[in-house]
């Protein structure tokens, strides 16, 4: 009996270790399945992330080719935004054609000036010489280049940015070591001649003339008589004298200083210059021969020319008992490389 009862208690002890056995793995197998699906889960999650976050990418890739670029002209000295333009309106070949046009005739306006403001292109203030032999400085010449900023600004559109003037600043022609032998030779004088009794027309000469004297003419620089000499109003010492308008002597505020513009035109016209400006009279003068004649209207009508002689000028302008002399000067080193 003992025996037997022996045998069934180790029967049913593998059968309880059977069971628990089973019962592990049945929870090992829960388990191992849980770990997969946070897994899976874990996977799906960064998926829908990943998507999410390309899903944000591709609309902020929509919108800003939908977003109009922009394009901010600024001045390089200052980085002053002068203007902005918008691709908005280059949806068609039409409206590409109307800003075009529109942006050309913003930049002439900038470089030119208009009648309120003035441009950005600057005629060059040439240096002179002083009464100490000092050089007075005067400003160099400024060019915004029209077409460079335009083709700018319309490729800048394609993608938005800032695009900076083109603004070429160039210098009188002439080193300063050259200066105090710029007046050592006379190659080439004119001299006219007023009635020195005349007291408006003889002052006018007179300030005009000391205007123009010991102005240094660089190399390829380009001379403006109404840039240099300046408003020729009462404010500047001027008197009222004769004066031609519309064909016809009036009286008004200046009157003489075609004298000196037209005295300085036949002294360089004796060298191998180049007229950028110059306007006859609309009436015959007696102080030159007819069509030797330069006028000028400050605000108008100029005289300029370009110094294309080779070497750097100093003009020299005195008046004498009614006598009105323009004297070009040079250093006796280039008196041999002028070109006449």
Not at 99 to 125: C, F, H, P
Not at 184 to 206: D, M, P, Q, S
Not at 311 to 317: E, G, I, R, S, T
């Amino acid at each position: 009996m003992l025996k037997n009862n022996g045998g069934k208690k180790g029967k049913f002890k593998k059968r309880i270790t059977l069971i628990m056995l089973a019962s592990l793995m049945v929870l090992a197998g829960c388990s191992e399945k849980t770990t997969k699906e946070k897994e899976l889960e874990t996977k799906i999650g960064e998926l829908q992330k990943q998507l999410e976050k390309s899903k944000k990418k591709e609309e902020k890739k929509l919108n800003e080719k939908e977003k109009p670029k922009v394009v901010k002209v600024v001045d390089p000295n200052t980085q002053e935004v002068l203007k902005t333009f918008s691709t908005k309106e280059m949806q068609s070949g039409s409206n590409h054609e109307k800003l075009n046009k529109e942006i050309e005739n913003w930049v002439k306006s900038l470089a030119r000036g208009t009648e309120n403001k003035a441009g950005y292109d600057q005629r060059m203030i040439p240096d002179k010489i002083g009464k100490d032999g000092q050089i007075i400085k005067g400003k160099p010449r400024v060019i915004l280049e029209e077409s460079e900023l335009l083709e700018k600004v319309m490729s800048a559109l394609e993608d938005g940015g800032t695009v900076e003037l083109p603004l070429y600043v160039t210098e009188s022609g002439y080193k300063e070591d050259e200066v105090p032998h710029l007046g050592e030779v006379v190659v080439a004088t004119f001299t006219t001649y007023f009635n020195k009794g005349v007291a408006g027309r003889n002052k006018n000469i007179e300030l005009s003339a000391q205007a123009i004297n010991n102005v240094i003419v660089g190399v390829n620089d380009t001379f403006s008589f109404n840039t240099t000499v300046g408003p020729s109003d009462e404010a500047h010492g001027y008197q009222k004298a004769m004066e031609a308008v519309n064909g016809k002597l009036v009286e008004g505020i200046g009157g003489g200083i075609c004298q000196t513009s037209s005295t300085l035109f036949n002294a360089v016209d004796k060298l191998a210059v180049s007229y950028v400006e110059k306007h006859h009279h609309s009436v015959n003068v007696g102080y030159v021969p007819k069509g030797r004649d330069a006028t000028v209207s400050y605000g108008g009508v100029d005289f300029r020319f370009q110094n294309t002689t080779g070497v750097p000028l100093l003009l020299k302008a005195y008046t004498n008992n009614g006598s009105l002399t323009v004297e070009v000067r040079t250093s006796k080193a280039n008196q041999n490389r002028i070109k006449r």
